[in-house]
């Protein structure tokens, strides 16, 4: 690892900064696209589609 | 006379322009995406953190560079999408330009904040000072609080198709900020140094730093990709899902 000087802490601070955004911005994609397709699930599951999906559901 | 519709295969346009086709295309690229983008943050900050030198004025907090640079490049890039996708709702009406517009937003705003931290993070120790109201960071800050504006502007409208039209031309006025982000290290004295990676070719950077540098750049723009298409891919459905509880809702109404 490097070794950290008197001016470490910036560095420190820069990183996790970086971290903590990147990071919110993946779980919060995630659980944004998992809300979403459990959600599409659900309705599907109660029979509600679209038009165009009952077709191709209901052709031989 | 009868055309069948059914028995012709989509083209290319088609498959780029139907949300159907678009996830259905897109689908098999998502978790690819997902390995090569952490491969290349492994790689990137393995040569950013442990086999780069430290600088011979600045010491070890060159290192803040390979993830400011990387954050700023992208704070201009997403913007440049975002008017590229306007111009696709308001000239072509492309059915996945306000998808794409919207999907990028929150993402070129967390990137712009992110290089206004580590920018700042980085200012203290190599200039004396976290802020200086010079041209590159006051423009970036613009920029910070149009992505806001436009984040904001996509949660008021309730009707999306409404929203991308007027938000497009938002968009495009905003857009006049990206070149003064751009030349503003050339065109005003600053404290801010000019541009770490040129395409003309003109490098005044040892391979040893540029190459962590580009990895990381690139890691970052791939991480862009990715979440932007996951992002989009979720608006989608979202628009699917709003169709489907009016349906719903009028099926219980009716």
């Given at each position: ?60 | ?89 308001l000239v072509w009406r ?51 609080l149009i992505y806001l ?106």
């Open positions: 690892m490097i070794p950290l000087d008197h001016d470490g802490i910036f560095i420190v601070a820069a990183y996790a900064a970086v971290t903590i955004g990147v990071l919110g911005l993946i779980v919060y994609a995630a659980l944004d696209a998992r809300r979403v397709k459990s959600r599409l699930a659900t309705l599907d599951a109660q029979g509600v589609r679209r038009r165009s999906d009952q077709r191709t559901a209901s052709s031989p | 006379m009868t055309v069948d519709f059914a028995a012709k295969k989509p083209g290319w346009f088609s498959r780029l322009a139907n949300p159907g086709q678009f996830l259905a295309w897109t689908a098999p690229f998502v978790w690819p995406l997902v390995a090569l983008t952490a491969l290349l943050f492994a790689v990137g900050l393995y040569l950013a953190l442990i086999a780069s030198p430290p600088d011979y004025q600045m010491g070890q907090t060159v290192r803040i560079m390979y993830i400011h640079v990387p954050n700023a490049w992208l704070s201009e890039f997403i913007y440049a999408v975002m008017a590229v996708a306007s111009l696709g709702t492309h059915p996945l330009a306000d998808v794409a517009a919207k999907a990028a937003a929150p993402l070129g705003a967390t990137f712009t904040g992110l290089a206004l931290i580590s920018g700042s993070l980085w200012g203290r120790p190599t200039w004396g000072t976290y802020w200086q109201w010079d041209g590159r960071m006051t423009s970036t800050l613009i920029l910070f504006g436009i984040v904001a502007l996509w949660r008021a409208f309730d009707d999306p198709g409404r929203a991308g039209r007027v938000i497009a031309v938002f968009t495009l006025i905003g857009a006049l900020d990206i070149p003064v982000v751009k030349y503003s290290v050339d065109w005003w004295n600053t404290l801010h140094q000019p541009a770490s990676i040129s395409l003309m070719g003109d490098e005044h950077m040892p391979p040893s730093m540029l190459i962590p540098l580009l990895v990381m750049t690139f890691a970052f723009t791939l991480l862009f990709v990715t979440l932007h298409l996951v992002r989009m891919r979720t608006e989608i459905g979202r628009r699917r899902l709003t169709t489907l509880e009016r349906q719903a809702a009028a099926r219980l109404a009716g």
